[in-house]
């Protein structure tokens, strides 16, 4: 079975601090991506970050990056410089060729405060 | 270049009604997915349509049936509603290629959907 989790339900950091949210997987597939989702109060999922598989480098968008670590199945996102914007809901994905469905974690609600 | 869109935003039913929820992808995307966030069981992969056929399923009773049009956008219905059903339903497009290894989904702002 294809699992992620989320271990942290709730996290909070503060104004221009960096704070990091971590997320483990499970599968059995050797080639898979993996992603970081953004759902503010709009509930719009919005797309953070994502990071091949096959990759080495981890992969980092402005003031986002992630550590991934393949062997420990563990995908971690790191926000620097936090911002009151960046308040949400982050969810940690993978899917993999075969079915292309994402397989979501539960979810880490982050708080920002000043 | 306009994201993926759906429409109702709200929609309120009752037990035992049908509802069509529908969506349109981004433009050159040819699958869209629809997953299910209900209150407590986090978000859930319902149906993946690509060039217009039904390509994988996840766990949820044959009620919920969708269907891809030649334009690329999509239904999602669901007959026999159950107060469980009471969810957000989310679609996402994406430009899936059997020959790459995997695809980014970019998600529609969802369809709140009551059931009273």
């Known amino acids: 079975a294809q699992t992620v989790t989320q271990s942290q339900p709730e996290m909070s950091v503060q104004e221009a601090e960096t704070v990091t949210l971590s997320c483990t997987y499970d599968t059995s597939e050797s080639d898979y991506y993996l992603f970081w989702y953004k759902q503010p109060p709009s509930r719009q999922m919005i797309l953070v970050i994502r990071q091949e598989a096959y990759k080495q480098q981890n992969a980092t968008e402005n003031r986002f990056s992630v550590n991934f670590q393949k062997a420990a199945k563990s995908f971690s996102l790191k926000i620097s410089d936090s911002q009151l914007g960046d308040a949400a809901m982050y969810f940690c994905?993978?899917?993999?060729?075969?079915?292309?469905?994402?397989?979501f974690g539960t979810g880490t609600r982050l708080q920002v405060t000043l | 270049e306009a994201g993926v869109t759906q429409s109702p935003t709200h929609l309120i039913k009752t037990r035992g009604q049908q509802v069509t929820l529908r969506c349109s992808p981004i433009s050159g995307h040819t699958s869209v997915y629809w997953y299910q966030q209900a209150l407590g069981l986090g978000l859930q992969f319902l149906l993946w349509y690509d060039e217009g056929e039904e390509r994988n399923r996840g766990n949820f009773p044959p009620r919920f049936s969708g269907r891809q049009f030649p334009n690329y956008s999509s239904e999602l219905n669901v007959n026999a509603l159950e107060l469980e059903d009471s969810a957000l339903y989310l679609c996402a497009s994406s430009l899936w290629v059997e020959t790459q290894s995997t695809d980014t989904q970019y998600f529609g702002p969802g369809t709140r959907l009551t059931v009273l």
């Open positions: 994905a993978f899917n993999t060729g075969t079915a292309s469905k994402l397989t």
